[in-house]
C-alpha cells in the first residue's frame, strides 16, 4: 500500500512505525484477551454479530507475534457504521481504519488494552474472511506452514518499515505462497 492509500484508509493518522517491528515469544495471555473481547463484543451487539474468530499469528498456539490480538467480526452491514461504532466505543474499541472499497473493511482498536486489539469487521460471507480463516487453520494444522511463515515474519521484522500496514503487506507474498500449496478448504 502507498503512503497515500494508507493516509487515507485511516481514520487520524496511521500507526507509523519508523523501525523494526517487534515479534513477541507466544503468550497465553493472547487467547484470554479474545475470550474477553469476543464476550464483550456478542453481549454490545448481540444478534448482528454473524461471525466472530481470533485469527492472526496471536490464534496460532506457538507462533511468534507482534502482541496484538486480531479479531475477525462479520457483520450484516459494516458501512453503516452508526449500528456497531458507538456500542464498540463504550468498550474501549475506536474506529482507526475505514477502506469501504475493500470488502466495507473496518478496523477498530483498543490500543490500550493489554494486549492490544484489532477487531477487523467484514460484511457477512467475505471472502476476505474466508481467506483468513483458512491460513490461521492452516498455520495450527501444518508445522511447517507454521514454521516457515516464522521464518520469513522475523526475516521482515528486522527490516526498517515506515508504516506498520508496509510490513503488514509485504507478508502477503509468503501468505499467498503458503496458501498456494495448501490443500483446498
Not at 1 to 21: C, K
Not at 29 to 56: F, I
Not at 97 to 120: G, K, Q, S
Request: proline fraction near 7%.
Amino acid at each position: 500500500m502507498s503512503e497515500a492509500e494508507i493516509r487515507a484508509a485511516h481514520v487520524g493518522e496511521p500507526t507509523r512505525l519508523d523501525g523494526r517491528v517487534e515479534l513477541a515469544e507466544p503468550d497465553p495471555a493472547w487467547a484470554a484477551a479474545y475470550a474477553r473481547t469476543a464476550d464483550a463484543v456478542r453481549r454490545a451487539l448481540g444478534a448482528d454479530v454473524r461471525l466472530l474468530e481470533h485469527v492472526g499469528s496471536t490464534s496460532v498456539p506457538g507462533l511468534a507475534a507482534k502482541p496484538i490480538v486480531d479479531i475477525l467480526l462479520e457483520l450484516p452491514e459494516p458501512g453503516r457504521e452508526e449500528t456497531y461504532v458507538p456500542a464498540l466505543a463504550a468498550l474501549g474499541l475506536h474506529l482507526a481504519i475505514r477502506e469501504p472499497d475493500w470488502y466495507e473493511h473496518r478496523v477498530l482498536r483498543a490500543a490500550a488494552a493489554e494486549p492490544a486489539v484489532n477487531l477487523h469487521v467484514f460484511a457477512e460471507g467475505c471472502p476476505e474472511s474466508v481467506r483468513m480463516l483458512r491460513f490461521r487453520d492452516l498455520l495450527r494444522s501444518d508445522a511447517g506452514a507454521r514454521r516457515e511463515y516464522e521464518r520469513r515474519k522475523r526475516e521482515l521484522a528486522v527490516r526498517h518499515w515506515k508504516y506498520v500496514q508496509n510490513y503488514a503487506d509485504a507478508k502477503t507474498a509468503v501468505i499467498d505462497e503458503l496458501l498456494a500449496k495448501a490443500p483446498p478448504a
